[in-house]
């Protein structure tokens, strides 16, 4: 019986329910949110009071307009005004990963990681993990990063067992491997890449070890089709598992995890409102792309009222073969901050990714942009690779011309160098791109 509960709880009942009813269940838990700010919240309580706004007047998801949002800017800014419980009830500190501006701290309550918990365990359901499963953890747990401690919270509440590697170091993932046979791994995709590298030229037997697939943070596996990109068919090419997307922040608390049909990251409508917000901050039209935008539901210490998010989506509607009505994410476009404007092409840094995946010989890079003289936006591309000859470089850039119309500076860098920069031990993510303007 317990079991049957077990497996009800992963598959939420809301997910299945229709439009509507998703709609009116969000509109309670709106409600609920609203008073708790008002009760609660310094940050917003100035701000209804600021903008003369009565909280009775918030009845649907569409009235959510006539309340301002809320940037990360706020939270550095007034960062103590978002609390919402005294210190003597936080039992965690995180702060977001900082690639834009400072950090910021975000504390959570038992509830709260009770709330993670359940996320992230819904969430793994999601791409098939199951209670019992072995999950190999190829990401940090500690620093302060939300992720990792979510993750592992997540895969204990389901009921999978957990080996806790951490990341790098492929000799070690690949003896966890063959010792504790995961069925998946939680991995940056790109080190994937590394792993096969190195079981390769050490006549490791990878194609038939345990793993069935793999839950990619960090780096985008798709293309916005939800087809494969280049990463993901580099990595499939040689070793034929499932790689399943997923997207959170520490600011949202929830993931959007893809599903067995790998078409968008599902929304968990118990956990979070979404808004996809043109540049005027109007919803978008369906199939249009915008600024994610987010409510979070049942967070206790730092609840956010449209809080965008900086990243650009495309959200999908069309019921999934899952049985989840649930709102879908595609892949990241971009962030929003993070637009390169050159020589009147607009460019995001994912584009520039697609194409560095797509060579051969390319044993890490980083994209660093910076303004020149003129304060144009200037595009460096710093590359390690195993090629000898010269023309590596040329081909690089003709390659960028022919597909971006764009002819970035190539740089070439020893790899010893460049790799300490870019998997730095105090960043979660690979650093492959770095703005300086």
């Known amino acids: 019986m317990s079991s049957k509960i077990k497996l009800l709880e992963l598959f939420p009942l809301i997910e299945k329910s229709s439009i509507e009813d998703i709609k009116k269940f969000q509109e309670e838990k709106l409600q609920k949110?609203?008073?708790?700010?008002?009760?609660?919240?310094t940050f917003y309580q100035k701000l209804f009071k600021e903008n003369n706004i009565h909280i009775t007047d918030i009845q649907t998801l569409e009235d959510l307009?006539?309340?301002p949002t809320t940037s990360k800017n706020d939270i550095q800014e007034n960062n103590d005004d978002f609390f919402c419980i005294p210190q003597n009830k936080i039992v965690d500190y995180s702060t977001t990963s900082g690639t834009l501006g400072d950090p910021v701290t975000f504390g959570l309550s038992d509830a709260d990681l009770e709330r993670l918990a359940y996320n992230e365990a819904i969430s793994f359901a999601c791409a098939g993990i199951q209670k019992g499963d072995v999950v190999q953890m190829i990401t940090?747990?500690?620093?302060?990063?939300?992720?990792?401690?979510?993750?592992?919270?997540?895969?204990r509440k389901m009921g999978a067992s957990v080996?806790?590697?951490?990341?790098?170091?492929?000799?070690?993932?690949?003896?966890?491997?063959?010792?504790?046979?995961?069925?998946?791994?939680?991995?940056?995709?790109?080190?994937?890449?590394?792993?096969?590298?190195?079981?390769?030229?050490?006549?490791?037997?990878?194609?038939?070890s345990s793993v069935y697939g793999a839950v990619c943070i960090g780096e985008s596996i798709k293309?916005?089709?939800?087809?494969?990109?280049?990463?993901?068919?580099?990595?499939?090419?040689?070793?034929?598992?499932?790689?399943?997307?997923?997207?959170?922040?520490?600011?949202?608390s929830t993931a959007f995890t893809e599903c067995e049909h790998q078409i968008g990251g599902h929304q968990h409508p118990e956990l979070i409102i979404t808004e996809i917000l043109d540049d005027e901050g109007n919803a978008v039209?369906?199939?249009?792309?915008?600024?994610?935008?987010?409510?979070?539901?049942?967070?206790?210490?730092?609840?956010?009222?449209?809080?965008?998010?900086g990243d650009l989506v495309k959200a999908h509607y069309e019921p999934c073969q899952c049985g989840r009505k649930t709102m879908r994410l595609g892949p990241v476009v971009g962030r929003k901050q993070q637009m390169i404007k050159y020589k009147g092409t607009t460019?995001?840094?994912?584009a520039l990714n697609d194409i560095l995946n797509d060579f051969e010989g390319i044993l890490c890079y980083q994209i660093v942009i910076q303004s020149n003289e003129i304060g144009l936006d200037e595009i460096?591309?710093?590359?390690?690779?195993?090629?000898?000859?010269e023309s590596f470089e040329g081909e690089v850039r003709d390659h960028f011309r022919a597909k971006l119309r764009v002819s970035p500076k190539i740089e070439m860098v020893n790899f010893d160098i460049l790799s300490k920069t870019v998997f730095n031990p105090n960043s979660r993510k690979p650093i492959t791109f770095i703005d300086l303007r």
Do not use: C
Request: glycine share 6%; charged share 25%.
């Open 140 to 155: 940090t747990i500690d620093k302060r990063f939300m992720a990792g401690l979510a993750y592992f919270l997540g895969l």
């Open 163 to 208: 080996v806790r590697m951490g990341p790098g170091i492929p000799e070690l993932q690949w003896d966890s491997i063959f010792r504790y046979q995961p069925k998946y791994l939680i991995t940056v995709p790109s080190f994937l890449l590394k792993m096969i590298d190195y079981a390769e030229k050490h006549g490791i037997d990878y194609k038939n």
């Open 380 to 389: 460096i591309i710093k590359l390690s690779t195993e090629r000898e000859d």
């Open 285 to 309: 039209k369906d199939g249009g792309s915008g600024e994610l935008t987010i409510t979070t539901l049942g967070v206790e210490a730092l609840p956010l009222l449209r809080f965008k998010t």
């Open 223 to 252: 293309n916005q089709d939800f087809t494969d990109n280049i990463l993901s068919q580099k990595i499939k090419e040689k070793w034929n598992i499932q790689l399943y997307s997923t997207y959170a922040s520490t600011e949202m």
């Open 65 to 67: 307009q006539k309340i």
């Open 347 to 350: 460019l995001y840094p994912p």
């Open 33 to 41: 949110l609203l008073q708790y700010l008002e009760s609660n919240s």
